[in-house]
């Protein structure tokens, strides 16, 4: 396990990746670990039919291929950082490529939907402030649920209506919000923020002691609004951010933006919300026109 353990070490302190990413490789090669025997020696000597076996392995489980390819990432990375540190001379996993990935579309909120969840939202009273800025916040930027928990008043420009949050491997980037969004945030700022602010730490979005609210409320706040205004629909902040970056598109905004307001590495990433507006397109041409119709 020291291999293990140093590499995800290395994650961690070089590459700056996420607590939550680092957990998903954790699993990934504790897994793999036990199918070698839990063996360190076993884990340093490994061939070509050994890659082959756990490659099986893993279809033979009915892993879907997402999931296959995460896990065969996190080893590769795994080889390929002992390769680095001239641990072993060959990487194995470099030969095996990952299957074609499944296409999942996002799930994403319809405009009636989205104005029923804000019909439900009011500021009359701290909580609701709070509430309602986030959802305000969540989709007008796009952003992820981390990066809203961890904004702080000092990140947001209210003159540009813009905010710098702090994204995937600590990269910054610069969001905008809108005129409903400054609304909202002047009325927090200016009345229940102060009712929440308890501990002066500089953080927006605070729970009723004063700290950073957490991630897990957030959701929580989220599914309330959703019961209130009588939608029966299960939906995460992510679905927001999938909202946004789709209702961007359909407006006519061009893929790049998008990729930048959303943080996204590749633009490959981003491109998934055109199959989505395909998809729309696809069913108001069946629906409207007379030929596919019939």
């Known amino acids: 396990m020291k291999y293990i353990d140093k590499y995800l070490n290395y994650l961690k302190i070089v590459k700056k990746y996420s607590d939550k990413t680092i957990l998903s490789y954790s699993d990934d090669l504790i897994e793999y670990n036990e199918f070698l025997g839990n063996n360190f020696i076993n884990i340093l000597n490994i061939d070509l039919n050994i890659t082959k076996e756990y490659l099986k392995y893993l279809y033979d489980r009915k892993i879907n291929k997402n ?78 649920v981390s990066e809203l928990v961890n904004i702080k008043i000092k990140d947001i420009n209210r003159e540009d209506k813009s905010i710098k949050v702090l994204g995937k491997g600590d990269k910054e980037r610069i969001v905008l919000y809108n005129n409903h969004t400054e609304k909202a945030l002047d009325t927090y700022l200016n009345d229940g923020y102060h009712s929440f602010n308890k501990q002066n730490n500089g953080y927006l ?73 395909n998809e729309q397109i696809k069913k108001t041409y069946n629906m409207a026109h007379p030929r596919a119709k019939k």
């Open 67 to 144: 999931s296959i390819s995460r896990k065969l990432s996190s080893i590769r990375g795994f080889y390929n950082y002992l390769l680095k540190e001239q641990i072993i001379t060959n990487n194995y996993f470099n030969n095996i490529p990952n299957p074609k990935k499944e296409l999942y579309l996002p799930k994403y909120l319809k405009d009636e939907e989205l104005d029923k969840i804000f019909s439900v939202c009011n500021m009359n009273n701290p909580i609701n402030e709070r509430d309602t800025l986030i959802i305000e916040l969540l989709y007008a930027t796009g952003i992820r």
């Open 205 to 277: 979005i605070l729970n009723k002691n004063g700290g950073k609210l957490s991630e897990r409320y957030v959701r929580v706040i989220i599914n309330n609004l959703v019961r209130k205004a009588g939608l029966d629909i299960k939906i995460s902040p992510h679905t927001i951010r999938h909202t946004f970056a789709t209702d961007m598109l359909e407006e006519g905004a061009d893929l790049m933006t998008v990729k930048e307001l959303l943080g996204h590495e590749s633009l490959n990433t981003t491109s998934i919300y055109t199959h989505v507006t």
